[in-house]
């Protein structure tokens, strides 16, 4: 083989094996926040150990910035005026045919 052609393979490992690493960096970096939420959650009683790896799973789905968003609500929920749960997407009520969020706001006017 021509010098060229060596240095044309070894170019193409070389940005190869660049992009997996910041692939695995990516990875890393999600499951470190992943982790840190889990302990948060389970801090802030809002997990017990049973629920914690099935969580941290769901968390390993996220992308990063979705981790950001869950992770600047823990933080509110420590100041006290915020709490996580969960919106119903059952409809009831007298506006059967609107969601319940909807619902909720319309009533409030």
Do not use: C, P, W
């Amino acid at each position: 083989m021509k010098q060229t052609e060596l240095m044309k393979q070894a170019a193409v490992a070389i940005r190869s094996l660049e992009q997996e690493k910041k692939d695995l960096e990516r990875i890393l970096e999600i499951e470190k926040v992943a982790e840190r939420l889990v302990r948060k959650f389970i801090e802030i009683e809002e997990l017990n150990g049973e629920e914690a790896l099935q969580k941290f799973s769901e968390f390993r789905e996220k992308d990063l910035e979705e981790l950001a968003i869950i992770e600047k609500a823990l933080e509110l929920t420590k100041t006290g005026s915020f709490r996580l749960g969960n919106l119903s997407t059952e409809v009831s009520g007298a506006h059967s045919d609107v969601d319940s969020l909807t619902a909720f706001l319309l009533e409030q006017i």
